[in-house]
């Protein structure tokens, strides 16, 4: 950024050089990372690291890391100003504790899935086999016997086949809904 005062060029010093009060030139190695309209990036890494040690991490870089390298100190310096004993590491092992109950709740949410799955199988089965079982019984004929004697000999015979050797008696009880 530029400003023209008094017909010279003159540029703003960078949010570094500012808040240290110094000159900032040309070759002013936190100029590209700390621009002078965000002054609280700077004031932040440096209330951590210290401008010494900024400035001697970037020269030890090369060009294309410092931009990285710069984020990285602002957001450990933002997270060290929270929480001053465990910095970052508070919060990565706080995310990791949320996967783990996350991962927790997906597990239970797919098993009760599953469960349901099993149980609407179960049931299409039981209502099938209880529609086969009402087509292959005899029609209700009322000439020849009682009808009340007539129902009684169908809900045996129907109780009998549901609880044949072959179907699994725990199907009928098991509840749909916990």
Same mark, same amino acid.
Do not use: A, I, M, N
């Given at each position: 950024m530029e400003r023209i005062a008094? !017909?010279?060029? @003159?540029t703003f010093p960078c949010a570094a050089c500012k808040i240290l009060r110094r000159r900032c030139g040309e070759k002013c190695v936190l100029a590209p990372y700390f621009p002078p309209d965000n002054p609280h990036k700077f004031a932040t890494a440096h209330r951590v690291f210290g401008a010494s040690n900024i400035i001697k991490m970037l020269k030890d870089l090369p060009y294309d890391r410092r931009a990285d390298a710069v984020s990285s100190m602002v957001y450990e310096a933002e997270a060290r100003l929270?929480?001053?004993v465990y910095g970052c590491a508070g919060t990565v092992c706080?995310? +990791?504790h949320q996967i783990s109950k996350l991962?927790? +709740?997906l597990a239970t949410a797919q098993a009760e899935i599953l469960k349901l799955h099993l149980q609407q199988a179960n049931l299409v089965s039981l209502v099938s086999r209880l529609y086969k @079982? !009402? #087509?292959e019984s005899e029609p209700f004929s009322s000439s020849e016997s009682d009808p009340q004697d007539n129902d009684n000999d169908n809900s045996a015979d129907h109780n009998n086949d549901l609880f044949s050797e072959d179907s699994d008696p725990m199907l009928l009880? #098991?509840?749909l809904w916990p």
């Open positions: 008094s !017909g010279k060029q @003159s929270r929480d001053p706080h995310l +990791q991962q927790t +709740q @079982s !009402g #087509e009880w #098991e509840p």
